[in-house]
T-cell receptor
Framework: GQQVMQIPQYQHVQEGEDFTTYCNSS?????IQWYKQRPGGHPVFLIQ?????EVKKQKRLTFQFGEAKKNSSLHITATQTTDVGTYFC?????????FGQGTRLTINP | SQTIHQWPATLVQPVGSPLSLECTVE??????LYWYRQAAGRGLQLLFY??????ISSEVPQNLSASRPQDRQFILSSKKLLLSDSGFYLC?????????????FGDGTRLSIL
């Protein structure tokens, strides 16, 4: 079936370093959504991108949707310990939302 | 505002026992409802979704079933649990089946099979 691939699976950084996770699909997505799951918690919706080449920012987080609407990225500038968790992308494919496998971010304070 | 309730929060069950997990949504009508399973440290696997009362779509063949007896109630069941059914079960709702709608998750149920 249709898959949305997300890399890397794990990322460990020093506090203050930047972090990026990437999401790729073999087919065009109607939209891309990003979710954050804190350790022991449930996924929480962060943002949605719909337009080709769209870029949105939330404080230190920058979200991009590729021109072909097949890839996306989430970039965190100057990570803080509160950024710890697993970040999931989810792409709209044929009326369904397909989740990537997530990138688990751990931070060394 | 809309809220989603899921219970129990944790559950320990012996192999072969039945299962019933319940999820209810408040503050919205005719939501689309979803059941996901998340293995430890893994991604979200969509198990079932429902667009209305009595309407259930299964995404993967398995030992589980789902029912929607009321508009805002979604139940996940099993007649006989397997060891492989262990995991973190998440219920979610969205405002429409259109994939442009964000999904909102409950707190989840951690199920351990002994």
């Amino acid at each position: 079936g249709q898959q949305v691939m997300q890399i890397p699976q794990y990322q460990h950084v020093q506090e203050g370093e930047d972090f990026t996770t990437y999401c790729n699909s073999s087919t065009t997505l109607s939209n891309i959504q990003w979710y954050k799951q804190r350790p022991g918690g449930h996924p929480v919706f962060l943002i949605q991108l719909v337009k080709s080449g769209e870029v949105k920012k939330q404080k230190r987080l920058t979200f991009q949707f590729g021109e072909a609407k097949k890839n996306s990225s989430l970039h965190i500038t100057a990570t803080q310990t509160t950024d710890v968790g697993t970040y999931f992308c989810a792409g709209g494919v044929a009326q369904k939302l397909v989740f990537g496998q997530g990138t688990r971010l751990t931070i060394n304070p | 505002s809309q809220t989603i309730h899921q219970w129990p929060a944790t559950l320990v069950q012996p192999v072969g026992s039945p299962l019933s997990l319940e999820c209810t949504v408040e503050g919205t009508s005719n939501p689309n409802l979803y059941w996901y399973r998340q293995a430890a440290g893994r991604g979200l696997q969509l198990l079932f979704y429902s667009v209305g009362i009595g309407q259930i779509s299964s995404e993967v063949p398995q030992n589980l079933s789902a029912s929607r007896p009321q508009d805002r109630q979604f139940i996940l069941s099993s007649k006989k649990l397997l060891l492989s059914d262990s995991g973190f079960y998440l219920c979610a709702w969205s405002g429409g089946l259109n994939s442009n709608q964000p999904q909102h998750f409950g707190d989840g149920t951690r199920l351990s099979i002994l």
